[in-house]
């Protein structure tokens, strides 16, 4: 197998059995059935141990730290790793009499920080030094970016634990998922580093690791908690592609009223805020020079205009640039192109020729291209870190890796997305809707396989949801297999809905990443497909991939459900059947 096949992290025999095993022991602990008894237990803990504390009767309880202790034992019950959980938490509380679920959440986020502050200074000292070769020295500096980010994540949620943690679980398991899928991809990209760097990098961050993985299992225990006991229902969206015969505004509702009807206006007669263009009409001629004026963390929609055109640049959406809406004059007119690939030694990571990081972006009309061609392996034409990121009318261009889905919630509406290897990746949370997805040839002895989703951790929200999408070939394929798509991670999560297959899938459907199988612990879906490949009596027998879904297990991977929780979305905002 090409070892292009082979460059992010494998999913090897031990680490399967390893965290197979470790799931079996604590299976089921935060969903439905037995959730409702052990994290009820873990509120009457707290519950309890407030009392007595309060009550000063320590000959009755043996005190007020051991009813602490016990009280966050039982909280780290339902996390990946209890001990550290358990030591790290309990060394913050020493002097309190009293805990609850979200007060260690909270607590569980500080210690993150305080590690990951640790891990950044100890990275930057390594890319100081300059002692390291190219390879390193590139993913080290991706490393610090993935770090930085991370840390933004984490303050974000320890911030918005001030407000009431229940209201706000979507959004801290989304940053919290964001924070430990970037500690991740520092380490994968540094596959093809020195082994000394990997193992180093590997020591300096497995506490950083555990900690961000605890904090994600006790927001989700609260999460799950609060549903449990009825204190948050989470209503399951029906809403149907119409109402009296009237098609739905296509848009989430988490884009203002204005955001919306900016994006059904036409490009001229929208009022932009920067007008980019190569003729010189605009201000600017180039994309980055237009976003260097955008300000700093703007709560405020900054509109550009970026007439067609063939921009070649690497352009950067940095990650305190946030509300940019970009538009083009349409996605084969309006076009940002690059090269950056694998093979010439740029990292996957940094290889993307258009790069997302600030939150609520918005693109319209617009192309983004990697010409680096399959001979280059990854090539990334499109990476999204964006939070609350939309995508509509565009066209994602490459070979290998073509789009990027890194991390956060995302949604791509009447896309084409072009490309041969793993060409949908990431660890986002993600809706494609009314999208082409369109394989191309990829280089001899290579299959195609459209997604390689990347969750690893069993708390993450996360997955990628093809829904009422055209899976069709670019052209014409001469005999090469074509899979939906490969499990990268553990606990890869993609479902396949109400959209329509064309001959190229092969009737297996789905290939393994390495061997003959998958991990028992994936969550592989299709429903209500349609077309000649969208048949399933041939496909991989997999504990992990379910053709038989309810309407209701479906219905959780449509826009509401799957990225709309929380404040910033209320209701359906795209059209998708109701019926499900």
């Known amino acids: 197998m090409d070892s292009a096949w082979s460059s992010y992290g494998k999913i090897d025999e031990a680490e399967q059995a390893r965290l197979d095993a470790r799931r079996k022991t604590r299976r089921r602990i935060t969903i439905i059935v037995l959730s409702s008894i052990v994290l009820v237990a873990i509120i009457v803990a707290a519950v309890v141990g407030t009392a007595a504390s309060r009550g000063g009767d320590s000959s009755s309880n043996g005190g007020a730290a051991p009813t602490v202790s016990d009280s966050i034992r039982t909280a780290c019950k339902a996390t990946l790793y209890p001990d550290s959980c358990y030591t790290s938490l309990y060394a913050m509380v020493t002097n309190s009499t009293s805990v609850n679920p979200q007060e260690l959440a909270k607590l569980s986020v500080q210690v993150a920080i305080t590690e990951l502050s640790k891990v950044s200074d100890r990275v930057s000292l390594l890319e100081s030094q300059g002692k390291l070769d190219n390879v390193s020295a590139l993913a080290l500096q991706d ?6 980010l991370a840390m933004d994540h984490l303050n974000d949620t320890l911030n918005s634990t001030q407000l009431t943690a229940l209201e706000a679980a979507d959004d801290l398991r989304t940053w919290l998922s964001a924070a430990g899928t970037c500690q991740d991809t520092c380490l994968v990209g540094l596959q093809n580093s020195s082994h000394s760097l990997q193992t180093q990098m590997s020591q300096y961050t497995q506490n950083s690791t555990q900690f961000i993985s605890n904090s994600l299992a006790l927001v989700t225990t609260i999460s799950n908690i609060a549903s449990s006991i009825k204190m948050r229902r989470r209503l399951m969206s029906s809403t149907s592609d119409h109402e009296d015969g009237i098609p739905l505004d296509p848009h989430p509702r988490w884009l203002s009223a204005a ?4 994006l059904q206006k036409p490009a001229s007669k929208i009022i932009p805020d920067i007008v980019v263009a190569q003729d010189g009409s605009g201000k600017y001629k180039t994309i980055n020079a237009a976003l260097n004026a955008v300000p700093s963390k703007s709560k405020k929609r900054t509109i550009i205009y970026v007439k067609k055109g063939v921009y070649k640049e690497k352009v950067m959406v940095q990650s305190n640039k946030w509300n940019v809406m970009m538009i083009g004059d349409g996605m084969g007119a309006t076009v940002v192109t690059g090269s950056l690939n694998f093979v010439d030694g ?10 997302v990081f600030g939150k609520g972006f918005i693109a319209r009309d617009m192309g983004f291209r990697n010409t680096a061609g399959a001979i280059k392996h990854q090539a990334v034409a499109l990476l999204a870190h964006s939070d609350q990121s939309v995508f509509y009318r565009c066209r994602m261009e ?3 890796d073509t789009l990027y889905t890194h991390s956060l919630r995302q949604f791509y509406r009447q896309c084409d997305i072009l490309g041969t290897v793993d060409f949908i990746f990431g660890n986002a ?3 494609l809707q009314d999208c082409n997805i369109l394989a191309r040839l990829p280089l ?7 997604t390689a989703q990347g969750r690893f951790d069993p708390n993450q929200n996360t997955g990628t949801t093809i829904q009422n999408c055209n899976i069709a070939a670019a052209e014409n394929l001469k005999g090469t297999q074509t899979y939906l798509g490969r499990p990268w991670k553990v606990y890869s999560t993609t ?8 001959s190229l899938v092969n009737p297996s459907g789905w290939l393994p990443w390495v061997g003959n199988t998958a991990p028992n612990t994936i969550f592989y879906a299709e429903y ?6 969208s048949p399933t009596k041939n496909r991989v027998k997999w504990k992990g991939l379910k053709l038989w879904l309810s309407a209701s297990q479906a219905s959780k991977f449509t826009v509401n459900s799957f990225i709309g929780g929380g404040k910033w979305i209320y209701s359906a905002g795209v059209p998708y059947k109701g019926g499900l």
């Open 143 to 148: 490393c610090i970016t993935l770090m930085d």
């Open 259 to 262: 955001d919306r009807k900016l």
């Open 346 to 355: 740029t990292p996957t990571f940094q290889s993307a020729t258009f790069v």
């Open 398 to 400: 490459a070979y290998q």
């Open 429 to 431: 949370a993600v809706v």
């Open 444 to 450: 001899l002895g290579q299959e195609n396989t459209l």
């Open 495 to 502: 479902i396949f809905m109400e959209s329509w297959l064309g």
């Open 528 to 533: 209500q497909n349609l077309g000649p490949g």
